[in-house]
């Protein structure tokens, strides 16, 4: 077994079945990037501490109310989450 792959296999081989698989990937829709970016801010409080500290509570809930989502037994990061989601879907 050769332990040195030649130009020729790795022109052929290797990198052009890299490129092709990239390639014939299907693409990612822009709503799925911005809902996995969405999630993934809000998946921790580190990251949305910042936005959940400016704004209170109260306003939180009047706003969800106004977009028909629910607050019962429900913690800020996931109101807020879901807000910014409805309002992104909107747009």
């Not at 020729?8 to 822009?30: F, N």
Request: charge should be negative; charged fraction near 30%; aromatic fraction near 6%.
């Amino acid at each position: 077994m050769r332990d040195v792959m030649s130009r020729r296999d790795l022109l052929s081989g290797a990198v052009l079945k890299g490129v092709l698989l990239d390639w014939l990937r299907p693409p990612v829709r822009q709503e799925d990037q911005i809902r996995d970016s969405l999630n993934q801010y809000f998946r921790s409080p580190m990251h949305s501490y910042p936005l959940l500290q400016e704004m209170p509570w109260d306003m939180l809930v009047t706003e969800a109310e106004r977009l028909g989502i629910s607050v019962e037994g429900r913690n800020k990061n996931d109101i807020a989450r879901d807000i910014f989601q409805t309002v992104e879907n909107c747009l």
